[in-house]
């Protein structure tokens, strides 16, 4: 059975800092992508940062770029989201991805989200 779950969301002052975590389980970590998404209420959900299966490569929407870092663990099939100089802008539902284009078809994966709230 796939799961991902997210955690280490919360409520955080604005300039401060939290560290999502998102555990997989149920399929092979290491050879999918992984990406984190936003929703914030009446938006649509967006990117945030997406890091390729070895972590060799990674990439950020420019409203998170020089405070997000995107990493992942696959000895513990986990991907993080190191979040900084958290803004009130930022407050959202976030969500990981998995991702794996194989040929002839793909395979998606997502979280049920945890909750980001940025306020004084």
């Known amino acids: 059975q796939v799961q991902l779950v997210e955690s280490g969301g919360g409520l955080v002052q604005p300039g401060g800092s939290l560290r999502l975590s998102c555990a997989a389980s149920?399929?092979?970590?290491?050879?999918?992508?992984m990406s984190w998404y936003r929703q914030a209420p009446g938006k649509e959900r967006e990117l945030v940062a997406n890091i390729t299966s070895l972590g060799s490569s990674t990439n950020y929407a420019d409203f998170v770029k020089g405070r997000f870092t995107i990493s992942r663990d696959n000895a513990k099939n986990t991907v993080y989201l190191q979040m900084n100089s958290l803004k009130p802008e930022d407050t959202a539902a976030y969500y990981c991805k998995a991702k794996r284009i194989a040929p002839g078809r793909g395979y998606e994966y997502w979280g049920q989200g945890t909750q980001v709230t940025v306020s004084s």
């Open positions: 149920g399929f092979t970590f290491s050879i999918y992508a």
